[in-house]
Nanobody, 124 residues
Framework: QVQLVESGGGLVQAGGSLRLSCAAT????????MGWYRQAPGKQRELVAS????????????NYANSVKGRFTISRDAHENTVYLQMNSLKPEDTAVYYCNAEYWSGYLRKDSWGQGTQVTVSS
């Protein structure tokens, strides 16, 4: 099992910055990738950014949604087992609940673990 705890959401004005953190505990060695998703009211949950850097897949790939490229950066502190999402030049349309996700192996099964979600609100 992998457990995730998020922090760092809040209220910020347009153009501002926030950094989200996601601390993973449990079977860290079974993690294939970690990422951030978001869900705005009335919309489906969407991928914001993901990384395989330092995990089983070890391809070092990083993926971003087109809407956040150049503004958001995902990174990992391997020592702290924490993944960060640095969000710069925030826009009102970035307002959503942000969820941390980890894909991990449980035996031969690939499973997902989710954080509790953290609210990000960007005022215009």
């Amino acid at each position: 099992q992998v457990q995730l705890v998020e922090s760092g959401g809040g209220l910020v004005q347009a153009g501002g910055s926030l950094r989200l953190s996601c601390a993973a505990t449990g079977r860290i060695s079974s993690i294939n990738s970690m990422g951030w998703y978001r869900q705005a009211p009335g919309k489906q949950r969407e991928l914001v950014a993901s990384t395989t850097s330092g995990f089983i897949a070890s391809s070092g790939s990083v993926n971003y949604a087109n809407s956040v490229k150049g503004r958001f950066t995902i990174s990992r502190d391997a020592h702290e087992n924490t993944v960060y999402l640095q969000m710069n030049s925030l826009k009102p349309e970035d307002t959503a609940v942000y969820y941390c996700n980890a894909e991990y192996w449980s035996g031969y099964l690939r499973k997902d673990s989710w954080g509790q979600g953290t609210q990000v609100t960007v005022s215009s």
